[in-house]
């Protein structure tokens, strides 16, 4: 066996030195040639292929540089992308991962003499968002692909259809709300406005009988002359078809009778409608604070931990960004709690009838497990809502 053959213990050796990444200083970037130590770096600038190839970038060495950063900066990105898609990661962690592969291309040949320098003009031109922190830089990637970008606009435009659907709804509503209120006051005597009741009219029969109808708001009993047989024009008539005869004196009877109002029950009857249209089996916000209840994420100590929904991915998992040491995790909402907080505090609503809307929290019932708050903004402006579960509110940021 030769002394440089294949199975020497020496040529074993050096290919297992050559596996592992050598320092960047001896690794010459024109020859793709990675020398491990000093002296053979040196014998290899002195070489005449590396005098040839040193020839070529001496003619044009702009043209070569801008060729290493273009492919330094897609071959970086290309890996952001496929492993850190939706993450928030520091750019240390990044560029080791990108550097295990020992043909990339070194940071040394680019226009980009640091990492620093990499990642602020990765912010400049908004191909991440970069964020400077006691940490270090930390970067997440802009997903800019016509599919994604498609199907966020497919997105936008739904949720801008339903949201004018909900405003012609609540439109029309308000409007009947409206007309109910006009009909409560032609109906209340009180309010001092003359209701407009025709004069009774009689109709004369042969055996002397007078009988009295009135066309205004109320019925009018027969009356009774020379000694004939009184009886009521409506005795005969079922009460319930009476009531279904005579809306506005049905609404009277319930506003005198101490029952719930029309206009009550027609705001319950909205009520109950945004209920079945808002209720959700998913109820991620951005912006929401709650709690990590994955016992799989106590060995990080993320347990019984609050922080800050960033994102909210296939509506059911959360980029929670932790409250005290600032990583972002992933969380699926099974394991995530709404947070309560103090009185006073604004809080969203994040299911139910007013899902979306913005309140304060006005007080607490812990025997009931529910809070009463105030809607803050929208058209529910000043609308208290008395019994809201702890489920369906939480705590802004």
């Not at 209701?195 to 009689?202: T, V």
């Not at 100590?301 to 929670?320: A, C, L, P, S």
Request: charged share 35%.
């Amino acid at each position: 066996m030769g002394k440089n053959d294949f199975l020497t213990p020496k040529a074993i050796a050096n290919r297992i030195k050559a596996k592992g990444l050598q320092k960047l200083r001896w690794y010459c970037q024109m020859c793709q040639k990675q020398c491990r130590d000093e002296n053979g770096f040196k014998c290899h600038c002195m070489s005449e292929g590396h005098q040839r190839q040193m020839q070529i970038f001496g003619q044009n060495p702009t043209r070569i540089i801008e060729g290493y950063t273009e492919e330094f900066e897609t071959t970086f990105l290309e890996h952001m992308k496929r492993s850190h898609r939706f993450s928030r990661v520091a750019a240390t962690v990044v560029y080791n991962e990108y550097i295990n592969d020992r043909n990339h291309v070194h940071m040394n040949s680019t226009q980009w003499a640091t990492l620093t320098e990499f990642v602020k003009y990765l912010g400049r031109t908004g191909k991440c968002k970069v964020e400077e922190t006691p940490k270090g830089w930390f970067i997440t990637y802009i997903d800019r692909d016509s599919e994604t970008l498609f199907k966020e606009r497919m997105k936008n435009k739904r949720v801008k259809a339903d949201l004018v659907d909900e405003e012609k709804q609540e439109k029309e509503i308000m409007k009947q709300i409206e007309r109910a209120e006009q009909l409560m006051q032609l109906s209340n005597p009180e309010s001092g406005q003359p209701s407009q009741i025709e004069p009774p009219r009689e109709l004369n029969v042969e055996d002397g009988i007078k009988i009295g109808f009135s066309l205004g708001l109320s019925a009018r009993p027969m009356t009774k002359e020379k000694g004939e047989a009184s009886a009521m024009v409506f005795d005969e008539v079922d009460e319930e078809e009476y009531e279904e005869r005579n809306p506005r004196n049905n609404l009277k009877r319930k506003e005198s009778g101490g029952g719930k109002s029309t206009l009550e029950e027609m705001i319950r009857e909205e009520e109950r409608k945004k209920e079945k249209i808002n209720r959700k089996d998913y109820w991620l916000h951005e912006g929401i604070v709650v709690k990590v209840m994955s016992k799989v994420l106590a060995e990080k100590g993320y347990y019984k931990q609050k922080g800050v929904v960033r994102k909210v991915i296939d509506k059911y998992v959360g980029e929670i960004e932790m409250l005290e040491s600032k990583h972002v995790v992933r969380v699926d909402q099974e394991e995530l709690e709404t947070v309560i907080p103090q009185v006073g505090g604004r809080v969203k609503v994040v299911n139910g009838a007013y899902r979306g809307s913005l309140a304060r929290l006005l007080g607490v019932d812990t025997d009931h497990f529910c809070a009463k708050v105030q809607i803050e903004k929208g058209p529910y402006d000043g609308r208290v809502l008395k019994a809201v579960e702890y489920e369906d509110i939480c705590k802004l940021a």
